[in-house]
């Protein structure tokens, strides 16, 4: 038997919802999206792939995360530093991934609000505002990379006739491209991401075919996870890659994109159709996105796997590529990143080699930067129950990930651009706690979840497993942060003070998850009783 407190806040139909909504002075949310283009599920029996068709998008909207530029930029390091040895790690993430994008998207299907929409009502005002800000941190250091990897990839298109800050530039107008297809429907604009990430598929996958890594060197790199002759840097790409998979901001939008389905939530088994084809969807798509990533860490460990600059700068010698930029004469291993590892492919496998590359970049970039639109729109609108024109937000978050890679990509080098990826997926990082945390406290909650709660075993190995990514991400930033820059006093007390509120704020989060766990069935900042969707 479900308790008497615990009852009366479940099992609430839309109607009967909204309106307690309204009587407990709580306001309804705006949507920018889905408003008029939500998708209709046919009805029929038992397994249909029609049905899954349905939910399909989502899932793949979502699993662009796991193929910006950044991600893809983790992954050719870790080819070249330590070969196939980190891809059990580069699994696990993924899994762990499909774990957490699972939970929020439960979230958004159960109670028809999203994750930022449930802070809103869950949250006291400035640990409110505060997680929406580092939400908001998040997405313009996730745009930055996606800026980055567009504009090195013009670049190499070009052969060099685009510089890097006229890149930069370009990347402010794509994003009515964007703002174009959203206008004509969500159904087109899921094409377009079934398109770009087929174009990544096909694009790597060249390279995988005809760098030709071994079939075997790469399965055992996936099922034995011990890399017993790596040195330190090789368990510092090993964090770099759990930083770069699993995005914050990720979480928020798996959240709101399930809402663009039409799901009957006064019907229990509506509720529980809609899970399991979005688990399989997720899954699906989560499967691809690490294949993707698959081709190029092998593409890599079999290509430059310890090979220094000179052995690089002698295979360039007879191609037509110019190289004079990046490669210098020396003995020392070389540190790839995605120009680099382009100019290689370019020097050692042909031409042709090097624009499917500069293709796939695109992609990855565009991509990525359509998805971030989104989730600083459900951001935006749920945290502060503000509703921005598109186009607005778009340029908003646009126009401040510009700025400071405009100022790079013209005062500076090719090296300083790519190697800022480092720094981005150093400060994403840092912002985990805040997605994390709050989709386990609140899909650990009966009172909102009813009986599509967590279960035990399944809030323990979340919590582990939560708990495991954020000391690792905390450690990386600090070796990040504290020993590869030099700092002045002034920045390392701000620093201070910074750690300081972001520990407050983190316990301030876990108390609410204690307080969900233990069956809480009222909000901390108003202690009225949850209502929402079952």
């Known amino acids: 038997m479900i308790p008497q407190d615990v009852q009366e806040c479940l099992i609430i139909p839309a109607a009967e919802s909204i309106e307690k909504n309204n009587s407990a002075n709580v306001p309804h949310p705006k949507e920018t999206y889905f408003k008029e283009t939500k998708v209709l599920i ?121 510089p890097l800050w006229l890149g930069v530039i370009i990347t402010i107008f794509d994003t009515f491209t964007f703002l174009l297809l959203d206008k004509y429907g969500l159904r087109k604009l899921e094409f377009l991401f079934g398109f770009l990430i087929s174009v990544m598929a096909l694009s790597f996958g ?46 928020y939008l798996h959240s709101g994109l399930v809402k663009s389905r039409i799901i ?20 699906i798509a989560l499967f691809i996105s690490f294949v993707i990533n698959v081709f190029v860490v092998s593409v890599f460990a079999h ?13 360039c010698a007879s191609s037509s590529i110019n190289h004079s930029d990046i490669f210098v004469n020396n003995t020392e291993l070389v540190n790839v990143d995605i120009y680099k590892g382009g100019i290689f492919l370019g020097c050692q496998f042909g031409t042709i080699a090097m624009y499917i590359w500069a293709v796939g970049i695109l992609a990855a970039g565009q991509s990525s930067t359509m998805t971030g639109c989104y989730a600083g729109q459900f951001a935006m609108e749920g945290f502060l129950n503000l509703q921005w024109s598109r186009w607005k937000r778009v340029m908003l978050t646009r126009l401040v990930a510009i700025l400071p890679t405009f100022y790079l990509a013209y005062f500076t080098n090719i090296n300083d651009l790519s190697g800022m990826n480092d720094i981005l997926n150093a400060i994403m990082s840092l912002q985990l706690p805040f997605a994390i945390i709050p989709v386990l ?18 809030i323990l190995i979340a919590l582990i497993l939560s708990a495991v990514i954020i000391i690792i991400n905390v450690f990386f930033v600090v070796q990040t942060v504290l020993f590869e820059f030099q700092i002045s006093t002034p920045i390392i007390v701000g620093i201070f003070i910074y750690t300081l509120i972001y520990l407050a704020m983190c316990v ?27």
């Not at 406290?441 to 035990?456: K, L």
């Not at 876990?510 to 069935?521: A, K, P, W």
């Open 42 to 162: 046919p009805e029929t029996d038992g397994f249909s792939f029609r049905k899954l068709w349905a939910f399909t998008g989502p899932g793949f909207l979502m699993s662009i995360a796991y193929l910006d530029p950044g991600n893809i930029e983790s992954d050719l390091q870790s080819g070249t530093i330590v070969k196939y040895k980190l891809l059990w790690v580069l699994l696990s993430a993924t899994v762990l991934g499909l774990i957490m994008q699972r939970l929020a998207a439960r979230l958004g299907v159960v109670t028809g609000l999203h994750l930022a929409e449930m802070c809103y009502r869950q949250y006291k005002k400035f640990p409110r505002i505060f997680v929406w800000l580092m939400m908001e941190i998040a997405i313009i250091g996730s745009d930055m990379q996606e800026v980055i990897g567009t504009a090195i990839a013009l670049y190499l298109l070009s052969n060099k006739m685009i």
């Open 303 to 315: 290509g430059l796997f310890n090979k220094t600059n000179r052995d690089v700068l002698n295979i």
């Open 264 to 283: 009957d939530r006064s019907k229990k088994e509506k509720v529980k159709e809609a899970n399991f084809y979005f688990f399989i969807e997720s899954t």
């Open 206 to 251: 060249y390279e995988f075919v005809v760098v030709g890594p071994k079939a075997t060197d790469v399965f055992e790199g996936m099922i034995i996870p011990w890399c017993s002759d790596c040195e330190s840097s090789a368990f510092l790409q090993a964090i770099g890659i759990i930083g770069a998979v699993i995005m914050p901001h990720n979480l």
């Open 441 to 458: 406290a609140f899909t650990s909650n009966r009172c909102i979840m009813g009986e599509f709660v967590n279960g035990r075993i399944n």
């Open 508 to 534: 301030y989060l876990l108390v609410h998850l204690t307080f969900s766990i233990r069956g809480g069935c009222g909000n901390l900042h108003n202690n009225k009783v949850s209502y929402f969707y079952s």
